[in-house]
C-alpha cells in the first residue's frame, strides 16, 4: 500500500474565486474525479473570520482548501492511497483558481510496517 500527498501555496488568486462557495465544492469534485478518488460525502465549503475551509472526504483520501479570499491566497492539499494521481487533481485546482504563484511539494510514502519499541513491547 502506498500513500501519495501533494500540496501547494497559491497566491495571486481573484478573490471572487475563492468566495464562490458553489464554485469551490465543483472545483472539489473535478479534483475528485482527476485523482482517482470516490467522495464518501458532499463537500463541505464554510466561510468564517479565518477565510474560507473547503473539503471533500474521500474513500481513500481527502482534498481540502484553506483560503484567504481579501489576500488571494490558498492552501490545497491533496492524500490518498494506492493508485491515484493527487498531482492531476492540483493542476485542476491551480488552474481553476488562476493562480499565479504556486509552490508545491509532494511525498510518497511505501508499505507501513510494524516497528519495534524498544521497551520490548
Do not use: Y
Not at 501519495?4 to 488568486?13: K, N, S, T, W
Not at 464562490?20 to 478518488?37: H, I, T, Y
Not at 473570520?49 to 482548501?65: D, Y
Amino acid at each position: 500500500m502506498t500513500f501519495e500527498h501533494v500540496f501547494a501555496d497559491l497566491g495571486g488568486i481573484p478573490a471572487t474565486r475563492l468566495s464562490d462557495d458553489q464554485a469551490l465544492a465543483g472545483l472539489l469534485l473535478a479534483a475528485a474525479n482527476a485523482v482517482g478518488l470516490s467522495p464518501a460525502s458532499a463537500p463541505l465549503v464554510k466561510a468564517g473570520p479565518q477565510g474560507v475551509a473547503a473539503a471533500l472526504l474521500c474513500h481513500r483520501g481527502h482534498i481540502v482548501l484553506h483560503a484567504l479570499p481579501d489576500v488571494g491566497v490558498c492552501f490545497a492539499d491533496i492524500a490518498g492511497l494506492d493508485a491515484i494521481h493527487p498531482q492531476r487533481g492540483l493542476d485542476i485546482i491551480v488552474k481553476r483558481l488562476g493562480a499565479r504563484e504556486v509552490r508545491t511539494g509532494a511525498h510518497r510514502r511505501g508499505p507501513v510496517t510494524q516497528g519495534t519499541h524498544p521497551e520490548g513491547r
